[in-house]
C-alpha cells in the first residue's frame, strides 16, 4: 500500500473523530497526541518488524470495518445468559466497545471491589485518572493510539486493599452488528496492596458480519496483590481482534495471566508486563487452536527491570487445514535486575501440511547474576502414540482428539478455576469432535 492509499485508508478509519473530540470524556490532549500518531503511522503492514508475519492493513484493503452501522438487534438477558463462562460471577457486560449495566449483574460486586464506567472514571475518579494510559503508551502501538483516540466505553475496576475477594470478575465483550465495524473497549484494572481477586475477560460475537475489536486493558498490582487474568476468545468466524494487555507489576505482587484463543478469525494478542519492584512474580500460560484459514498471533514482553523477580511462559498451539500461528516472546533482563530467574517455552502441533506456525522465543540480558531459558519445538502428533491407540480399536479421528487434549492438558491443568476449566473443556469438545 503506497503513502497516499494508507493516509486515505487512516483518514476513513478517523472519519468524523475530530468532530466529536469535544464530546468525549477524558483528557482531550492525551486523545490528540494519541490521534497525532495514529494519523501519522496509521495501520501496520507486514513492513513493521513486530507484524511481520501478519497483515494488518490487509483487514481494511477491501474497505471493511468503516462503518459503524447500528446493531442487527438487541442484545437481550438470553444472549448474556448463554454466554455465562462462571455461575455466580460478577458478569460486566460490554456491547459493541460500550458497558451496558442494565445487563450486568451489579449486585454480584463483592465488597471492596469498585466498578464504574470508564468514561465516567476517568472524569470523577481519582484513583482512575492517576493511572489510566500510565502503562498503554499511545505512542508505542498504532493500535493503542487509536484505540485511545476514539474509545468510548468499557470498565474501570478497583480492588481495594486487603480485598479478599471470592467472586470472580467476568467482563463480558459482545461485539454484534449488521455491518462490518470497530469498537475500541478500554479497561483498567487496579489491585490495591494486600488484595486478591479474579478477572476474566471472554469475547462473543453474535451473528456472521464481520467485526474487528481494538480492546486495550490496563492493569495495576501494587504490593502483595494477587491477581489472575483470564482472556477467552471465542469470537467465531466473524470475529477480529486486537487485544492489548499493559501490566505493571510492585514489590510482592503475583499476577497470573491466562489467555485461550479457540476461535475468531484474526487475533492478534500484545501482552506487557514490566516488574517495577523487587520480589515479583509472574506466571503466563497460552493455548490457541486454529484450523481453516484463521490467523492466531501472539506478542509477549516481559521486562525484568528491577531485581529478584521471576516469571514464567508456557505457550502452546495446534494448528489445522491452512491456518497461521505467531508466537513472539520477549524476556528483557536489564542491568539492574540481578537474581532474575526467568523461563519460556513455546510448543506447538501442526495437524496439516497447509499450516504454519513462526515462532520466535527471545531472551535480552544485560545482568550477569541470573537464571534464564527459552526454548520453543514444533512437530506433529506422535505417530507411535497413534498406532498404540489405534491398535486397541480407538479410530483416527478419535485418536488423534485424545492426543491433541493430552497436548492441551499441560496448560489447562495449571488453571485453578474449575469453572474455567469446565467451560474449555466444552469448547474443546466442540471444536474437535
Known amino acids: 500500500m503506497n503513502a497516499v492509499a494508507e493516509n486515505k485508508l487512516t483518514s476513513r478509519l478517523l472519519n468524523g473523530i475530530e468532530g466529536k473530540l469535544p464530546s468525549l470524556s477524558g483528557d482531550a490532549q492525551l486523545r490528540r497526541k494519541a490521534l497525532a500518531y495514529f494519523q501519522e503511522n496509521g495501520i501496520p503492514t507486514r513492513k513493521w518488524e513486530d507484524y511481520k508475519y501478519i497483515n494488518p492493513e490487509g483487514l481494511f484493503r477491501i474497505g471493511e470495518f468503516m462503518s459503524n452501522a447500528p446493531v442487527i438487534r438487541e442484545v437481550s438477558q438470553l444472549d448474556v445468559d448463554r454466554m455465562t463462562v462462571i455461575p455466580g460471577a460478577a458478569k460486566l457486560v460490554i456491547v459493541n466497545g460500550v458497558f451496558v449495566p442494565a445487563l450486568s449483574n451489579l449486585d454480584r460486586i463483592p465488597q471492596g471491589i469498585t466498578v464504574k464506567s470508564i468514561a465516567d472514571a476517568v472524569v470523577s475518579d481519582e484513583i482512575a485518572k492517576k493511572y489510566y494510559a500510565h502503562q498503554a503508551n499511545p505512542e508505542s502501538d498504532s493500535f ?5 483516540a476514539v474509545s468510548e466505553g468499557g470498565v474501570f475496576v478497583h480492588i481495594a486493599s486487603n480485598t479478599q475477594s471470592e467472586v470472580p470478575i467476568h467482563i463480558l ?22 488484595s486478591k481477586a479474579e478477572v476474566i475477560e471472554s469475547f462473543e460475537t453474535i451473528g456472521p458480519v464481520k467485526t474487528l475489536t481494538n480492546v486495550v486493558t490496563e492493569v495495576i498490582a501494587h504490593t502483595n496483590a494477587h491477581l489472575d487474568h483470564y482472556r477467552l476468545q471465542v469470537e467465531g468466524i466473524a470475529g477480529h ?23 475468531g478469525a484474526w487475533v492478534r494478542n500484545n501482552l506487557n508486563i514490566v ?29 525484568h527491570t528491577v531485581p529478584h523477580c521471576m516469571s514464567n511462559e508456557l505457550y502452546k498451539g495446534v494448528m489445522d487445514g491452512k491456518s497461521t500461528a505467531v508466537f513472539n516472546g520477549k524476556i528483557f533482563v536489564r542491568r539492574d535486575a540481578q537474581k532474575t530467574n526467568a523461563y519460556q517455552t513455546n510448543r506447538n502441533i501442526l495437524l496439516s501440511d497447509d499450516a504454519t506456525i513462526n515462532t520466535k522465543p527471545q531472551l535480552e540480558i544485560y545482568a550477569d547474576d541470573v537464571k534464564c531459558s527459552h526454548g520453543t519445538s514444533t512437530g506433529r502428533l506422535n505417530e507411535e502414540a497413534l498406532f498404540y491407540l489405534r491398535a486397541r480399536g480407538i479410530g483416527e479421528r478419535s485418536a488423534r482428539k485424545l492426543l491433541v487434549r493430552a497436548f492441551a492438558e499441560e496448560i489447562v491443568n495449571n488453571v485453578p478455576n474449575e469453572a474455567v476449566v ?7 469438545n466442540h471444536i474437535m469432535a
Open 144 to 148: 493503542i493510539a487509536w484505540n485511545t
Open 241 to 263: 481482534q486486537v487485544n492489548t494487555t499493559c501490566v505493571a507489576a510492585s514489590k510482592g505482587s503475583n499476577y497470573k495471566t491466562y489467555t485461550f484463543t479457540v476461535d
Open 173 to 194: 465483550h459482545i461485539a454484534c452488528n449488521e455491518a462490518a465495524s470497530t469498537f475500541h473497549p478500554r479497561n483498567l484494572i487496579v489491585a490495591e496492596r494486600d
Open 422 to 428: 469446565a467451560y474449555l473443556d466444552n469448547r474443546l
Open 275 to 303: 516488574f517495577t519492584e523487587p520480589h515479583t512474580e509472574s506466571h503466563l500460560y497460552g493455548l490457541y487452536l486454529a484450523d481453516k484459514n484463521r490467523v492466531i498471533d501472539n506478542h509477549t514482553i516481559v521486562d
